[in-house]
């Protein structure tokens, strides 16, 4: 079955008092709208068309980086969900198949729900997506006789009893596409709002003699972010889904009110996760793997057994292998640390690779970046970096060398080399003690005048 996604997202999202598209707006982790490309990739669809007005450059950047394959197109003017939908019907793959409608502001439709609507399907050549809300509000309201759905009214134009139907339309669809190229271009815009309502095709079906059915769902997951507020609040019930989710997996959150999660986080079975630890996109935590309080983690992967943290801080291209240590105060970007690899305290390792059981001693730094361009670290296995080592780059340590505590490395050591790039100390006998007398003295005697 051929599965077309439309996902709307031309609104402004005024409420929202924003220069960023609403639909760009981070939520658990990644733009509001990568739940929705999530949602519909999770759904099989082999096109996905995303109808964007408002801030559509930057909604064309996020979806190609989000959803590389995915179609935008425009809708310069927001004259209503069915003309939103009739700016897709030229994306359209041409044979038969479905189309499902979701919007990009409406991020929580769940996977189970998108295959009631499929298995709805056989009997209904047009699925609505229906919920009964704790308060219908302005919701429009589904007109039902038994698993068929007679019409969607809006609320503006509803009539009293139907205002009091408590079934509400949630706005997600899932339709044949024979269907909604040949009835989309059909809607009118006769209504209270001047608008073209995507909800008429109920009617429009019904005229042609065929039965539109529904599905419902929980509240919970048509929950439609306008405002600040709403945003805030779907994002506290993501995490609190993903934390339950994550422990529901075997996954240990010590403190889990306070642990963040983002919408592609992977953490395997037996993982520890201390209190206060951050997950930005992309991160991958292997079974048994630790992490202590206050770590954020972005792009990176831990394999078993690595521990990290407390106060660490992965950054993309970060690969930790297996049972590596990386402790406290240590920033890794874009960087390889081979099995059993340590870096135990205060260091920052970026464009690096690390070999096997290698030793970083405190305060190592990679300097990768003059001003200009990165270069790379290359740390061969069984290397003992001394602490307080500087590595300009491009700089190669080979397997099994030292580095002596406070050296600036500035040229490639050798296997089995040890290498020393600091100033020689010089001692002076007594000249401490006298040196300090010498100052006391010269304090007293300033006192005294
Ligand atoms: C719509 C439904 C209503 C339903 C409600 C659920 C219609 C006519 N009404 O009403 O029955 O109860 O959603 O939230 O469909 N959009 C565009 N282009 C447009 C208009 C809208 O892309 O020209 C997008 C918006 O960005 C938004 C979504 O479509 O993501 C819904 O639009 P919105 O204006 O919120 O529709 P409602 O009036 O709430
Ligand atoms: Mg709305």
């Known amino acids: 079955m051929s599965l077309t996604a439309v996902i709307l997202a031309a609104g402004q999202g005024s409420r929202m008092n924003s220069d960023l598209p609403k639909v760009l707006h981070p939520l658990a982790g990644v733009p509001m709208i990568a739940h929705a490309l999530a949602a519909a990739a999770g759904a099989g669809a082999g096109r996905i068309i995303v109808v964007a007005g408002h801030g559509i450059e930057s909604v064309r950047a996020a979806v190609a980086r989000l959803e590389p394959e995915a179609v935008v197109v425009e809708q310069a003017e927001q004259r209503g969900t069915g003309h939103a939908v009739a700016q897709a019907l030229p994306a359209l793959p041409e044979g038969p198949g479905d189309v499902l409608v979701l919007y990009g502001d409406t991020p929580f439709v769940g996977a189970e729900t998108i295959a009631a609507m499929e298995e709805a399907r056989a009997r209904h050549p047009l699925v609505v997506l229906g919920f009964e809300p704790a308060d219908p509000a302005r919701y429009g309201r589904l007109v039902t006789e038994g698993a068929d759905l007679r019409a969607i009214v809006e609320w503006r134009d ?27 271009p059909k809607i009118g815009n006769a209504n209270s709002a001047g608008e073209f309502y995507l909800t008429d095709l109920v009617a429009l079906a019904r005229a042609e003699g065929l039965a539109p059915g529904f599905v419902l769902c929980p509240e919970a997951e048509t929950l439609g972010i306008n405002t600040r507020a709403e945003l805030a609040a779907a994002e506290a019930a993501f995490q609190t889904r993903a934390r339950a989710a994550a422990m529901e997996d075997g996954v240990t959150l010590t403190q889990p009110e306070t642990v963040v999660l983002a919408l592609d986080t992977v953490i395997g079975r037996d993982a520890v996760i201390g209190g206060h630890v951050v997950f930005g ?36 291209g970060a690969e930790l292998g297996g049972d590596v ?24 390792l970026g464009d690096a690779h690390v070999g096997e059981g290698t030793n970083i001693g405190a305060g190592t730094i990679s300097c990768n970046y003059d001003g200009v361009a990165k270069h790379r670290t290359e740390i061969g296995a069984g290397v ?66």
Not at 168 to 184: E, F, K, P, W, Y
Not at 282 to 304: M, R
């Open 281 to 316: 996109p992309g991160v991958t935590i292997e079974s048994g793997a630790e992490i202590l309080p206050f770590c954020h983690l972005e792009g990176c992967h831990v394999a078993a057994g690595a521990r990290v943290g407390p106060f660490a801080r992965l950054r993309p």
């Open 325 to 348: 240590h990386v402790g406290n105060f240590v920033e890794i970007k874009n960087t390889i640390l081979d099995e059993g690899a340590k870096v135990g305290h205060l260091s920052y």
């Open 384 to 449: 003992f970096v001394g602490s307080n080592t500087i590595l300009v780059a491009p700089v190669r340590v080979g397997d099994g060398a030292v580095t002596a505590a406070g050296s600036v490395i500035t040229e490639d050591v050798p296997a089995g080399a040890l290498a020393l790039g600091r100033a020689r100390q010089v001692t002076k006998p007594g000249l401490g003690a006298r040196l300090m007398q010498a100052l006391r003295a010269a304090a007293l005697s300033r006192g005294a005048r």
């Open 158 to 184: 509803a009539t009293a009893a139907e205002r009091a139907i408590g079934l509400c339309n949630s706005g997600v669809m899932r339709a044949d596409a024979d269907l909604i190229r040949r009835l989309v």
